[in-house]
Every structure is written in structure tokens, then in C-alpha cells.
């Protein structure tokens, strides 16, 4: 997270940055559905959640540096890239792939642009609420992506790591779960299976492949 290039290291030096991620992604949670609605922009959504998180983990910081913070994430965004072993695993599986991703349309698709998903998976399999018009962990969203796919929920896996939104939404669609808790968030019997690395996912899905 660019908070580390943001404060000074006195000012970090308390805080746990683990925690500090999961807050600031729950923060975003808190206005998706305002978002989702087009009620605020990315940016005023982004400018929220750091505001919100430095003020429960009482770090003093203006507006103008909010909109700096807000702006060196998006740059952050723009670097985003995909591990050597996930595009491996990619490149090798046999398995029917497609993603199902929060967020505003034309946002999404240029990360997912970024981390080159469009290379191992085909655009017409990927969905965002904010095309949809349903987003998780409404059980509408899985459904209408089964529906557009043709596909029996039953016979598909979905990884994801919200509990809640992934794991929860996916399973009242009738999916099988896995979830990838490398942040160490609350966990349920909604999820079939429980990974906390990206090698321990793998793995697993090799598994379930092979």
C-alpha cells in the first residue's frame, strides 16, 4: 500500500499496516453501494476511505494530502502486475475461467487490462456489478454470470477474499468456495476451502483440476 510512501516513518512506525489495509478496505465497503449507484465518483470513494482510516487510527492529514494519497493510488493502480507462478498457472490450465469483480466498469476492466487478465481470460467472462447492475455478495450478481455463461453454479469453484462478499455471495448462488484469506479476515462455513498464500491457492486448484 502506498501509505508507507505517503507518512513519514514516525508517524507509521505504531501502526499495524495489516490492519490499517483491512479498515481502509472496509471504509470502501461502507460507500460501495453509493458508488455503485453513481452517487460519488473513484476518486471521491478513494479520498473517503484514506480520510476515514487516518481518522480512526488518529493520523492527522489535510485535504490536499487526502487528494495526493488519492492520486499516488492510482498510480499505484497503474503498476499493478501479476505473479510469475498465477500467469504459469494460467497459462497451463484447462479449466473454464471467468471473474466477477466490484466496481465501476471501465475502472475494473482497466486493472484487470494492467495485470494482462484479458491474455488468459476472454472478455466475454468477465463481469462488474457496475455492468451488471448487481454487485456482491447480492447472490443476483454469481447468478446472472452462471446464466450468461450458460453454466450449472454447482460445477463451478469461486475464489475470492471477502468472506462476506465472495465467499457468502457466492455460496448462496449455489458455488462451490474458495477462499483466499491472505489477509487474515474473519472466515465462516461458507467457504469450502481456506488458503492464506497465493502458492497454497494454487496448489489447490491444481488439485481440484487434476
Not at 494530502?65 to 502486475?81: D, H, L, W
Not at 446464466?147 to 465467499?167: F, I, T
Not at 462451490?176 to 489447490?204: C, M, S, W
Request: net charge negative.
Amino acid at each position: 500500500m502506498c501509505a508507507d510512501h505517503m507518512f513519514e516513518k514516525e508517524v507509521l512506525d505504531p501502526v499495524d499496516l495489516t490492519a490499517f489495509y483491512k479498515d481502509y478496505r472496509k471504509a470502501g465497503d461502507e460507500i460501495f453501494d453509493r458508488l455503485q449507484k453513481g452517487e460519488i465518483s473513484i476518486d471521491e470513494s478513494g479520498e473517503y476511505r484514506i480520510r476515514k482510516v487516518c481518522a480512526q487510527y488518529g493520523i492527522a492529514i489535510d485535504e490536499r494530502s487526502v487528494k495526493e494519497f488519492q492520486q499516488m493510488y492510482r498510480g499505484y493502480q497503474r503498476n499493478i502486475s501479476m505473479s510469475e507462478e498465477l500467469r504459469e498457472f494460467l497459462e497451463n490450465t484447462d479449466a473454464e475461467l471467468a471473474v466477477l469483480t466490484n466496481g465501476e466498469h471501465a475502472h475494473q476492466y482497466a486493472k484487470l487490462s494492467t495485470l494482462n487478465v484479458f491474455d488468459y481470460i476472454p472478455a466475454a467472462h468477465v463481469f462488474t456489478s457496475g455492468k451488471l447492475g448487481y454487485a456482491k455478495p447480492d447472490p443476483r450478481a454469481f447468478d446472472a454470470v452462471m446464466k450468461a455463461l450458460n453454466e450449472n453454479p454447482m460445477d463451478w469453484y469461486y475464489v475470492g477474499d471477502s468472506y462476506v462478499n465472495d465467499m457468502e455471495g457466492a455460496k448462496k448462488a449455489g458455488m462451490k468456495t474458495i477462499h483466499f484469506n491472505r489477509h487474515h479476515g474473519p472466515e465462516g462455513e461458507a467457504a469450502d476451502h481456506v488458503v492464506y498464500t497465493e502458492k497454497q491457492l494454487i496448489d489447490l486448484l491444481n488439485e481440484l483440476s487434476s
